[in-house]
């Protein structure tokens, strides 16, 4: 390390990765200069300079260190036990524009794109600093875009946090930011993560799954209220990316739809079960349906909350882009058992969800398994053999994410506030 930066050393004032290491093992109460030191440091280096500090910073376990200690002040802070809270939230705001500076580099992508350290960057996300809210988001959304698991990291994350901190759903503290956060940079942010997090697979079923979710927590609702009226070109930029990626899936399940049901009148049933009858060959199970539906109550306030929640699951059903996946969807015969022996059990259950449906709090992962099984599988995750930044280029610019917030040479100085 000193020597690929022995040039650099008789111009800038350095913290060597050793002597950040050695700091937070010894007396990790008086790191907010040294991070700030390591953070401005790096600002000045070249990218493959801060590849070479990073990496060195990592091998001797800085990471794993820092962590540590953020996580212990973290627990402190939520069981109240911490006495100097001023003092704690530099420490943990120092740390996370340290770990800003880490990942405009390669190395440092690559190293944070870890479960283990996600959950904790997540974390922090839980404070009254709007500069550090609104950082954890940018950070997060650059780890979405990151091959190879970045995407579920950071979902198991947002997991965590809503765990932890008892929300009703993993994506409550988003939704509630863009709804009642006065900042528009942790707005902004907010809107950038979920674009993000929607847009980065190509797995239709999954898109609409997640998206779902966010509907069921009144976004749609949200930027339609906020629409035009925060002055904010880059705000209004990521609605219309919401927008425009919900319609353009509208379609692809409509045109799903329509490529089965080509030449039927949609608004005469004898003509849609007539072209039903013949597409079918699985005659018994389409009669077994058939007879449950006809078990549902005739109330027509009542019925159209069933065939609304109905129509949630068939729209998975069809947004499966492969025989493959389709079968996560099917359902076994000891579950149908389980199902036809409990049928009372069942559309109680089914009863309580399409209210909490209406209540926007329904999260579907948490649906029963015989109903419909998790569709989000964890993917190992595997070492990137290749710079994750050229990987995630074109990805920023499709969903017009920043380039300045962390590539070398770009990032404005940090300050406390």
């Not at 580099?105 to 190293?111: A, E, H, M, R």
């Not at 190992?380 to 610019?397: G, V, Y």
């Amino acid at each position: 390390y000193q020597r690929r930066v022995r040039g650099v050393r008789e111009v800038v004032n350095i913290m060597s990765p050793d002597d950040l290491c050695q700091l937070l093992q010894k007396d990790p109460s008086s790191c907010v200069e040294k991070l700030d030191a390591a953070s401005k440091h790096l600002h000045e280096l070249t990218e493959s300079q801060k590849d070479t500090w990073v990496q060195a910073f990592s091998t001797n376990n800085g990471f794993s260190r820092l962590f540590d200690i953020v996580s212990r002040i973290t627990l402190a802070r939520w069981k109240g036990t911490i006495q100097n809270a001023q003092k704690t939230e530099q420490i943990l705001y120092s740390a996370v524009c340290f770990v800003k500076e880490c990942m405009s580099s390669d190395q440092g992508l690559q190293v944070m794109n870890q479960e283990k350290y996600l959950k904790t960057l997540a974390f922090q996300y839980d404070t009254t600093n709007v500069q550090q809210r609104a950082l954890v988001l940018q950070l997060l959304t650059y780890i979405c875009l990151v091959p190879n698991g970045g995407r579920e990291n950071v979902l198991n994350a947002l997991t965590a946090l809503s765990k932890i901190k008892h929300y009703t759903g993993r994506f409550y503290a988003l939704v509630k930011s863009l709804r009642e956060d006065r900042n528009l940079d942790v707005k902004l942010a907010v809107m950038m993560l979920i674009n993000t997090i929607i847009t980065t697979t190509t797995d239709l079923n999954s898109r609409v799954e997640i998206r779902d979710e966010f509907v069921a927590l009144g976004v749609t609702m949200l930027i339609k209220d906020l629409g035009g009226t925060l002055g904010s070109d880059e705000l209004e930029d990521q609605f219309s990316i919401w927008s425009k990626e919900l319609a353009e899936d509208t379609i692809r399940i409509e045109q799903l739809a329509s490529q089965a049901m080509e030449g039927v009148d949609f608004r005469d049933l004898n003509s849609v079960f007539s072209k039903l009858e013949q597409n079918c060959s699985a005659k018994e199970q389409l009669l077994t349906l058939l007879q449950r539906l006809l078990v549902l109550p005739s109330e027509e306030k009542t019925q159209i909350r069933y065939f609304e929640f109905i129509n949630r699951l068939v729209e998975k059903v069809i947004a499966q882009p492969s025989e493959e996946e389709l079968k996560d969807l099917f359902i076994s015969q000891e579950d149908l058992a389980a199902l036809r022996s409990n049928y009372d059990e069942q559309i109680g259950n089914l009863e309580a969800r399409i209210t909490a449906l209406q209540e926007g709090n329904l999260n579907l992962k948490r649906s029963p398994p015989s109903l419909l099984p998790p569709l989000l599988r964890q993917k190992k995750i595997l070492r990137i053999s290749h710079p994750p930044w050229q990987e995630i280029r074109p990805s920023m610019a499709r969903l017009r994410l920043p380039r300045h917030l962390l590539r070398p040479g770009s990032v404005q100085g940090h300050h406390h506030h």
